[in-house]
């Protein structure tokens, strides 16, 4: 069966960190895009970094560049979200997902997901 599961999740203050973790059992992660979404209260599922399989390409959304990090630890079969200077807007719940060797920004693209971990940023 395959499945990804994330964790990492908390409450943060703002300007403070987390790493989000997504781990894959049933198949190789590094052969497949990974990507990371978002979703807040009462809004739609947004794109918010992606890697392509093998890692030889990110991404990500304009308001986490320079803040936020992906990467992969194959050895683990996880990929990782490390998520620095949070903002409240960051809040909402992340979801990992899997597709092919290429990223989208699309959310119906993606064949595998995970239940999502939930991050509030707020005093």
């Known amino acids: 069966q395959l499945q990804l599961v994330e964790s990492g999740g908390g409450l943060v203050q703002p300007g403070g960190s987390l790493r989000l973790s997504c781990a894959g059992s049933g198949f190789t992660l590094d052969n497949y895009a990974i990507g990371w979404f978002r979703q807040a209260p009462g809004k739609e599922r947004e794109g918010v970094s992606c890697t392509s399989s093998s890692g030889g390409w990110s991404n990500y959304i304009d308001s986490v560049k320079g803040r936020f990090t992906l990467s992969r630890d194959n050895a683990k079969n996880t990929v990782y979200l490390q998520m620095n200077s949070l903002k409240p807007e960051d809040t909402g719940i992340y979801y990992c997902?899997?597709?092919?060797?290429?990223?989208?920004?699309?959310?119906?693209?993606?064949?595998?997901w995970g239940q999502g971990t939930q991050v509030t940023v707020s005093t």
């Open positions: 997902t899997a597709r092919g060797n290429y990223c989208s920004r699309e959310v119906y693209r993606y064949d595998y």
